[in-house]
């Protein structure tokens, strides 16, 4: 299986409800990122968070990394119609120079 | 500020044809430049990536090739494209802060 795993693949929710999104990587990092795709667009960064850090906020986002399980999960709060997007989960591998992705986790947010 | 471009945009090509993409980056100096291709629904799988001009480190064997003729200048070839190769090719680049800025992409469809 692949280096960065997203879970649930998909997920469909209401808007205003929490949107939780898991990525789970199998070897040493550096840091992760999570990253937003709207549909046949770029990817759009999101936040990053290091190693030796264990959550991170930015809005209506929280990251959390637990290095132990080598695991991370991407909590969207207040979800909006707008948020409705693919997920990825990306790990660096080497400062930089080595970004592996998962296959991501698509969210529809439903008005 | 630092904008990436990619074109063309979109790109139908029959089996057997050459290819050229091309990706450019503004307001930035000595980035990390990254090629990906993304399958329909799925993830990003890393292609090239390039530190320096004329420096070129290639992730997955294949029929398709890169360039980095200039600084801010990220090419990526092919001299014969297969059915497989169709995907959308997104490109990156990233300075210290290992962050990942995306560019448009480019669809590519190989009939």
């Known amino acids: 299986s692949q280096q960065g795993e997203e879970d649930p693949q998909a997920l469909s929710i209401q808007e205003g409800e929490n949107a939780t999104m898991n990525c789970s990587y199998k070897?040493?990092?550096?840091?992760l990122q999570w990253y937003r795709q709207n549909s046949g667009r770029g990817l759009v960064h999101l936040i990053l968070?290091?190693?030796?850090?264990r959550e991170k906020h930015s809005g209506r986002l929280r990251v959390t990394l637990d290095t132990s399980k080598k695991s991370s999960s991407l909590l969207i709060t207040a979800s909006r119609a707008a948020d409705t997007a693919s997920y990825f989960c990306a790990t660096d591998l080497s400062y930089g120079q080595n970004f592996v992705f998962g296959p991501g986790t698509r969210l529809s947010v439903l008005p | 500020s630092q904008t990436i471009h990619q074109w063309p945009a979109t790109l139908v090509q029959p089996v057997g044809s050459p290819l050229s993409l091309e990706c450019t980056v503004e307001?930035?100096?000595?980035?990390?430049l990254y090629w990906y291709r993304q399958a329909a629904g799925r993830g990003l799988q890393l292609l090239f990536y390039?530190?320096?001009?004329?420096?070129i480190s290639s992730e997955v064997p294949q029929n398709l090739s890169a360039s980095r003729p200039q600084d801010r200048q990220f090419i990526l070839s092919s001299k014969k494209l297969l059915l497989s190769d169709s995907g959308f090719y997104l490109c990156a680049w990233a300075g210290d802060e290992e962050t990942q800025y995306f560019g448009p992409g480019t669809r590519l469809l190989v009939l």
């Open positions: 307001g930035t100096s000595n980035p990390n």
């Open positions: 968070i290091r190693s030796n850090e």
């Open positions: 390039s530190v320096g001009i004329g420096q």
């Open positions: 070897t040493s990092i550096n840091n």
